[in-house]
């Protein structure tokens, strides 16, 4: 292992960093980039530290939201327990948005853990990013056209006005993605959400929040499954894409919610069409997939 391999374990971090939160899938985009850039690891490590280093994304979210986040606090608690005692501590509101992002979580958590295997296995190729990747971004294209064209207007705002029916749909949203990589968790969780009703930037940011335990639990998932040894110069290669993948994310989340106070996502279902084709030719050319 050399410092080509911490170099590349730098690049994966930056892609994971800035794919994560787009919705344009950061899963697609580490297997396509596996297809130019190789790492002097194992396969089973490789799939783990793919995986692990998503730890990093979320601390990002958690640092930049961390006073939605943490459910304790006198401060700023418009809705405490009670009056009295621990409970003028405990923020309702947000005790009752975590349960809302945990029922979000089910229909993924169920097919995550009995099937993450076989779709390893099966559906993480590039054909099935390329398709994908268009799909899905044709998906985008016409959700927009459709909400434009109608002038439907957002009936959700703001994230306490999610009820547990609209999460529970947009976990459906999101099982998507876990099964066909290429589609992006937080596309299909967005898309979803438009469709709900829900405007943009509410959208957007119960997506990075969903995002927290969703990936938390499969960096475990993968973790409890590896069963090689680590060595010294893995761990760093680990710390060198959690810590390049925090970092970017940190401009990226503010970047997109910036962005979308007046775009659409027109922009990133081109982006996907697009990329998705030139995967496929190059697939056909036998440039990747070999």
Same mark, same amino acid.
């Given at each position: !292992?050399?410092?080509?391999d911490?170099?590349?374990?730098?690049?994966?971090?930056?892609?994971e960093?800035?794919?994560?939160?787009?919705?344009?899938?950061?899963?697609?985009? !580490?297997?396509?980039l596996?297809?130019?850039?190789?790492?002097?690891?194992?396969?089973?490590?490789?799939? @783990?530290?793919?995986?692990?280093i998503?730890?990093?994304a979320?601390?990002?979210?958690?640092?930049?939201?961390?006073?939605?986040?943490?459910?304790?606090?006198? #401060?700023?608690?418009?809705?405490?327990?009670?009056?009295?005692?621990?409970g003028?501590?405990?923020?309702?509101?947000?005790?009752?948005?975590?349960?809302?992002?945990?029922?979000?979580?089910?229909?993924?958590?169920?097919v995550?853990?009995?099937?993450?295997?076989?779709?390893?296995?099966?559906?993480?190729?590039?054909? $099935?990013?390329?398709?994908?990747?268009?799909?899905?971004?044709?998906?985008?294209?016409?959700?927009?056209?459709?909400?434009?064209?109608? *002038?439907?207007?957002?009936? +959700?705002?703001?994230?306490?006005?999610?009820?547990? #029916?609209?999460a529970?749909?947009?976990?459906?949203?999101? @099982?998507?993605?876990?099964?066909?990589?290429?589609? $992006?968790?937080?596309?299909?969780?967005?898309?979803?959400?438009? +469709?709900l009703?829900?405007?943009?930037?509410?959208?957007?940011?119960?997506?990075?929040?969903?995002?927290?335990?969703? !990936?938390?639990?499969?960096?475990?998932?993968?973790?409890?499954?590896?069963?090689?040894?680590?060595?010294?110069?893995?761990?760093?290669?680990?710390?060198?894409?959690m810590?390049?993948?925090?970092?970017?994310?940190?401009?990226? +989340? *503010?970047?997109l !919610? $910036?962005? +979308?106070?007046?775009?659409?996502?027109?922009?990133?279902?081109?982006?996907?069409? %697009?990329?998705?084709?030139?995967?496929? %030719?190059?697939?056909?050319?036998?440039?990747?997939?070999?």
């Amino acid at each position: !292992m050399g410092i080509w391999d911490y170099l590349v374990a730098l690049i994966f971090g930056i892609v994971e960093g800035i794919t994560e939160w787009l919705p344009i899938s950061s899963t697609g985009h !580490m297997i396509l980039l596996n297809e130019f850039l190789k790492i002097n690891v194992s396969d089973d490590f490789f799939d @783990l530290y793919l995986v692990v280093i998503q730890l990093g994304a979320i601390c990002a979210v958690i640092l930049l939201y961390i006073r939605d986040l943490w459910p304790f606090g006198k #401060k700023d608690n418009k809705r405490p327990l009670s009056k009295d005692g621990f409970g003028r501590y405990i923020k309702v509101n947000t005790f009752q948005m975590w349960f809302k992002i945990l029922v979000a979580c089910i229909p993924a958590a169920i097919v995550g853990v009995l099937f993450d295997d076989w779709l390893d296995e099966h559906l993480y190729n590039y054909v $099935s990013v390329a398709i994908a990747l268009i799909v899905f971004g044709i998906v985008f294209l016409v959700t927009e056209y459709i909400l434009k064209v109608k *002038k439907i207007e957002p009936k +959700i705002t703001k994230i306490g006005q999610i009820t547990y #029916k609209h999460a529970l749909l947009i976990g459906v949203f999101q @099982l998507i993605a876990a099964i066909f990589p290429g589609t $992006s968790r937080s596309g299909t969780t967005i898309v979803g959400s438009l +469709i709900l009703g829900i405007d943009r930037r509410t959208a957007a940011k119960f997506t990075f929040f969903l995002a927290v335990p969703v !990936m938390a639990g499969a960096s475990l998932l993968k973790i409890i499954k590896f069963k090689g040894d680590v060595t010294g110069g893995e761990v760093v290669l680990l710390l060198i894409g959690m810590v390049s993948a925090f970092l970017v994310s940190l401009f990226v +989340i *503010k970047a997109l !919610m $910036s962005y +979308i106070r007046k775009h659409n996502f027109n922009v990133f279902a081109w982006y996907r069409i %697009v990329l998705g084709i030139i995967v496929l %030719v190059f697939g056909i050319a036998g440039v990747i997939g070999r």
